[in-house]
């Protein structure tokens, strides 16, 4: 019984490391990241444009809110996050991660 036990165990942790090596618990790390770190303000077609790094508790949104002088909720969330997508090559507001940089909207 000690062998089946064993056995059986040895097959859950194989499994458990084929899985891991194969798909991987973290879809977030095939994000390439970027290496640079721009403090400027860019303008690329009428849109102004701020690289930052995130910080722990940071949302796109708040980063947003900080950096435009609009704070008062006139701009939809649907259009910053369509605009952060576009600035970041399609990513996701909700898959920013910590110590990233980011391109973020500036709205005036």
């Known amino acids: 019984m000690k062998k089946f036990l064993a ?15 194969r798909v991987g618990t973290i879809p977030a790390a ?18 102004q444009v701020a690289t930052v790094q995130v910080d722990p508790g940071d949302t ?4 947003v809110e900080k ?8 701009i939809s969330i649907e259009k910053i996050s369509k605009d952060f997508s ?11 991660q910590i110590g990233q940089i980011y391109k973020f909207p500036i709205y005036n």
């Open 7 to 21: 056995f059986i165990s040895a097959i859950i942790i194989l499994y458990s490391v084929y899985y891991d090596m």
């Open 67 to 74: 950096l435009s002088s609009t704070s008062n909720g006139t």
């Open 86 to 96: 576009k600035l970041n090559n399609g990513i996701k507001p909700t898959d920013i």
């Open 60 to 63: 796109v949104i708040s980063i």
């Open 30 to 47: 095939s994000y390439p990241s970027q290496q640079t770190i721009e403090n400027n303000n860019q303008t690329t077609t009428s849109q």
